[in-house]
């Protein structure tokens, strides 16, 4: 059976890698509209990680590897994401509706000793997937209308950066432990502008290829203190390096046209350059602090830090500000112990965040707001107790109308399954 499960976690890896994800006008900009977050645990308490240690022995936190304190069943999960987004600009009034859904995060995590915990995860961390066009009229100002001619700008953009990360946490001393992850990055992105005129036979294109073959590591620490009646204070941080590795950005300024098989005909570049860099994957750097009472209840508090910084896009230098987060969030149980209640036995999980984005558009910061909300649905029966079913739902906007900009409203499913139960344990015999 573990065998079937290792062949059917490479799998599920390639196939989340390859699957087309669609996103934001936003994601034209830079890397990409980042899908990176968490569990449907995290994300349905509005991200709060850094400082949240799970009362249960069944979840690995990926966030903030140290915080794994209470692990001793492996833990194998599988989740996927539903976004449906409204956009709307002031821009001819347009309206747009647009939907995905996707396998979002597929991990394994297990105790390697009573001190010492584990975690192996997939996940997409961003992507491209967008097509538009802007039709110009352009004339003369004269009431002769021969001359007039009509420009148009097409912006596409595809492909998918990956993730494969690996979270180790010790325990020091009892309620303090340090982890350690690794984030190994791989995948291409492509951005196009073409514009072309009704009085002209050429194209003139502007490529963007970026190919990530890149890795940062986090560093996470977490300490909790027992306090009377049951109660207990977390406090945590986590520190993300910037990447190291093979970040390559090819830039592409041609014209051409294309043949009838739809490939580029006659084409002339007029400049290119290759850039090599590790400015794709910021520093990033976190605080959190929570308190809560044993398998009742935990509220907590998150300040998140994302350095800006400069990357090439269709040929010129597009600068992202830093980015600030701001979040809270966190869980109640009515009852774990009342077996005749399965809803006392449910965990009801709450969330808010505020995010100061790292896009400047238009003399404007492009801002995120969400509530969010979700439930672990707990299986029933003794074989398969500590497995459960984890609904979440993020409720959000982003952007602004003014500045003709747009506004992003979305609403975000997400659905997992942890299976959890006590493997690699020794047998005993008489």
Do not use: C
Not at 14 to 36: E, T
Not at 168 to 175: D, K, Q, R, V, W
Not at 267 to 289: R, T, V
């Amino acid at each position: 059976m573990k065998r079937l499960f290792v062949l059917s976690f490479l799998s599920a890896g390639y196939f989340l890698h390859a699957q087309s994800i669609g996103n934001s006008p936003y994601a034209s900009f830079g890397i990409g509209d980042v899908k990176y977050d968490n569990t449907v645990d995290i994300n349905s308490m509005g991200g709060v990680s850094t400082a949240y240690v799970s009362d249960f022995n069944n979840s690995f936190n990926f966030a903030n590897p140290a915080a794994n304190l209470n692990l001793e069943l492996t833990s194998i999960k599988v989740e996927g994401t539903n976004e449906n987004n409204f956009y709307k600009t002031n821009v001819d009034n347009t309206k747009v509706t647009k939907h995905s859904t996707y396998l979002s995060n597929i991990s394994i995590a297990f105790p390697l000793s009573p001190k010492v915990k584990f975690g192996l995860g997939f996940q997409p961390y961003s992507s491209k997937n967008y097509n538009f066009i802007n039709t110009t009229v352009n004339n003369n100002n004269t009431v002769d209308t021969s001359d007039d001619y009509t420009t148009v700008n097409r912006f596409t953009g595809t492909g998918t950066i990956s993730t494969v990360q690996g979270g180790l946490s010790y325990e020091i001393t009892p309620g303090f432990a340090l982890g350690l992850r690794g984030n190994f990055y791989f995948g291409n992105l492509y951005n196009t502008e073409e514009i072309t005129n009704s009085a002209a036979t050429l194209i003139n294109g502007y490529q963007t290829k970026n190919r990530i073959e890149t890795y940062d590591f986090t560093l996470g620490t977490v300490y909790q203190k027992k306090l009377a009646n049951d109660r207990k204070l977390t406090l945590g941080a986590t520190y993300t390096f910037g990447a190291t590795g093979k970040t390559e950005t090819y830039y592409k300024n041609s014209t051409y046209y294309y043949g009838v098989a739809g490939n580029l005909v006659d084409e002339f570049i007029i400049d290119e350059n290759l850039q090599k860099d590790n400015n794709l994957f910021p520093m990033k750097a976190s605080f959190g602090a929570g308190i809560g009472k044993d398998l009742n209840w935990f509220l907590g508090a998150q300040a998140d830090y994302k350095q800006g910084q400069s990357v090439l896009f269709l040929g010129k230098d597009f600068q992202y500000k830093d980015s600030y987060k701001a979040s809270i969030g966190g869980w109640y149980l009515p009852n774990a112990n009342n077996f005749r209640s399965y809803l006392q036995r449910v965990v009801y999980r709450y969330g808010a965040y505020y995010e100061k984005g790292s896009l400047f558009l238009n003399g404007k910061n492009i801002n995120e707001f969400a509530l969010t909300g979700g439930v672990t649905l707990p299986f029933t029966g003794k074989t398969n107790a500590a497995s459960a079913l984890e609904i979440g739902i993020e409720v959000g906007k982003r952007g602004t109308l003014k500045n003709n900009l747009i506004n992003q409203n979305f609403i975000n499913l997400k659905i997992g399954i942890n299976f959890a139960d006590k493997w690699f344990r020794k047998s005993l015999y008489d």
